[in-house]
C-alpha cells in the first residue's frame, strides 16, 4: 500500500512562492513515476506536473510551464512542487499522485492520491 501526504499548502499574493511537498510511504517510492494535479472549485481536476521515476524525465500542462518546477528525492520519499510567479487562476486544491507504469494526464489513470493541499493566489 502506498500512501501519500501533501503539505505546503496556504494564501499567498499574486506574484509570490510556494513550495508544496509530497511524502509517500513504502519502499518502492523510487520506482514509481509521480504527479501532480490540481482542482478547482467547480472544475475537473486536471494534470499540473509530472516526473517519471528516476527524475530524468518532467512534463508539465502549459499553464504552468516556465513557472512550476517539479523534483523528487527518492531517499527522502518526497516528491516537490516548486510554484513561482502564481497567479489567481492557479488557485486550486493539489493534490499529489502515483503510478508504476506511466505518466498520464488523466487523473482517473493514476493508482494513488493524497488528500490535496489548498493554494490561494489572491490578486
Known amino acids: 500500500q502506498v500512501q501519500l501526504v501533501e503539505s505546503g499548502g496556504g494564501l499567498v499574493q499574486a506574484g509570490g512562492s510556494l513550495r508544496l511537498s509530497c511524502a509517500v510511504s513504502g519502499r518502492t517510492f523510487s520506482t514509481y513515476n509521480m504527479g501532480w494535479f490540481r482542482q478547482a472549485q467547480g472544475k475537473e481536476r486536471e494534470f499540473v506536473a509530472g516526473i517519471s521515476w528516476t527524475g530524468g524525465s518532467t512534463y508539465y500542462a502549459d499553464s504552468v510551464k516556465g513557472r512550476f518546477t517539479i523534483s523528487r528525492d527518492n531517499a527522502k520519499n518526497t516528491v516537490y512542487l516548486q510554484m513561482n510567479s502564481l497567479k489567481p487562476e492557479d488557485t486550486a486544491v493539489y493534490y499529489c499522485?502515483?503510478?508504476?507504469?506511466?505518466?498520464?494526464?488523466?487523473?482517473?489513470?493514476?493508482?494513488?492520491w493524497g488528500q490535496g493541499t489548498q493554494v490561494t493566489v489572491s490578486s
Open positions: 499522485a502515483a503510478d508504476p507504469t506511466r505518466i498520464r494526464q488523466v487523473a482517473r489513470s493514476w493508482d494513488y
